[in-house]
């Protein structure tokens, strides 16, 4: 069973920079994608980008749309979440996840594979 540790976290003035990372222990992401989700206090778990195995297609969500840019690195088995321009409504624990084989989704029930979460804290 693979498993994602989110780290990168932390509390940031508005306007600042974070990079979040996610290790998985396998080596591969072949077959699968890879996404962020995040959820603010008594929130609902949202979206927040997605990204192929290959890196060659990504999606995300409107609200982060130009701040936040998604990476991979599959020599280091890491998938990557630039956000700039951090907003205190950004603030949330942001979650690292890996889709069903050959899933493609929005949808946070098509992902099988959950780190523990990293807390990002933006302050006005």
């Known amino acids: 069973q693979v498993q994602l540790v989110e780290s990168g976290g932390g509390l940031v003035q508005a306007g600042g920079s974070l990079r979040l990372s996610c290790a998985a222990s396998e080596r591969t992401f072949i077959g699968y994608a890879m996404g962020w989700f995040r959820q603010a206090p008594g929130k609902e778990r949202d979206f927040v980008a997605l990204i192929s195995a290959s890196g060659d297609r990504t999606d995300y969500a409107e609200a982060v749309k130009g701040r936040f840019t998604i990476s991979i690195d599959n020599a280091k088995s890491t998938v990557y979440l630039q956000m700039i321009s951090l907003k205190p409504e950004d603030t949330a624990v942001y979650y690292c996840?890996?889709?069903?084989?050959?899933?493609?989704?929005?949808?946070?029930?098509?992902?099988?594979?959950w780190g523990q979460g990293t807390l990002v804290t933006v302050s006005s």
């Open positions: 996840a890996r889709s069903r084989i050959f899933h493609w989704s929005r949808n946070d029930a098509a992902y099988d594979t």
